[in-house]
């Protein structure tokens, strides 16, 4: 089999760079990045070939009867990790996951987005992601790692004490020689939280930049001896992490969310896609915070969601829809806010967008907006809005993806499976401990 252009021109970017290196990498269920690393001179046969090996020790991977697969590089996702040393210089590749015989493996996350995108494409919509990464920058202090805020700053603060500015600026900089272009950077609400955005994408490359992006900010930390979480929660009693992400449907290259006739200048395909992801809101939870602690963040109080229901201005609702303003019909869209950090970005957008175009074939209509602050409703308040709520917790939130058909078939059997039984371990692992509020609450009292 000949090389592609695409596949030539790697091969001649590498030479070009120096590339010592190649790392090829892929994520599990859970998002974790997975590398294999190679000698630069092996880059033309594993363009051409792909790369073997044992599938199955890797979570969600695992199939007895079939443990080799093979790593195929994605040309599109060449890039050099600048925070290597030059002597060390290494090349990334993003890989699709294939089975001995060329068939996707339909455990790869990637593929399983991919699907969705396809579906999409059916329909004649491409789907657009700008997701939005907050993260905390911590110390290590005696090299334990406790949640320890770097600095006492909060949002859009700026102070020549915020060692963080220099990290972002170090961070912006990364992110940029690996193509991807920051929009906005700044400090958020609680000690040692920040936010980065960059410029939206389809939804495949939109999730390969997350990625991208959460292993820069974790390698540019180390490099200023502080680490970076992606943690959903991690102090109590302040503001967590969130991956809110702003959405659009495209057909062709006109925005189909836009209809200038419409008070909120919103689209029958807007709508549908709503009422879709709300009417899906319960099970999608359990993909797009898929954490125990992801649940201690959806609570009333710290600017993420928890009641389902849209708004324009709320940040309390789940989708917000961003003031349209005149010659920007592009960029019509809507954020949906209960996504976290510590999700898959690639199930989490496959199962979204299934959910909103479940809504559009379906011809589902959202409920009216909630512009009140629904954190202060009492629950008599909460049914004459006929307003529901985000499960309490990951256990509830299993329970609802295990029921929901249309996001079972979203994930394929494989993958709904072995993520349900991951979850439920996990779930099951955390109710059996006895924390330090338990010890505080009652070891003395009772
Ligand atoms: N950190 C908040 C969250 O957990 C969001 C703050 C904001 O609106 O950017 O979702
Ligand atoms: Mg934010």
Known sequence: MALSPEQQEVIEKAREDEVRFINLQFTDIHGTVKSVGLPAHRLPEVLEKGSWFDGS???????????????QPDPATYQVLPWKAPERRTARLICDVMQPNGDPFPGDPRYILRRAVERAAELGFSYNCGPELEFFLLQKRNDELRPVPHDVAGYFDFSPRDLAAAV??????????????????????AQGQHEIDFRYADALTAADNAITFKQAVKAIAAQHDLYASFMPKPFYGHNGSGMHTHQSLFRDETNAFFNADDPYKLSDVAYGFIAGQLHHARALSAVVAPTVNSYKRLVPGYEAP????????????????????????????????????????????????SAGLDGIEKQMTPPEPVEEDVYHFDRSRLQEYNIATLPGSLAEAIEELEADQVLLDALGEHTARLFVEAKKAEWDDYRMQVTEWEIDRYLETL
């Open 306 to 353: 928890v009641y389902i229901c849209w708004a324009r201005i709320n940040r309390a609702a789940l989708i917000r829809i961003p003031q349209y303003s005149p010659g920007r019909e592009q960029s019509t869209r809507a954020e949906l806010r209960f996504p976290d950090t510590s999700c898959n970005p690639y199930l989490a957008f496959a199962v979204m967008l």
């Open 168 to 189: 972002r600026d170090d961070i912006v900089v990364a992110l940029s020689a690996m193509g991807i272009e920051v929009e906005m950077e700044h400090h958020e609400v």
């Open 57 to 71: 020790s890797i979570q969600g991977f695992a199939r007895i009867q079939e443990s080799d697969m093979v790593l």
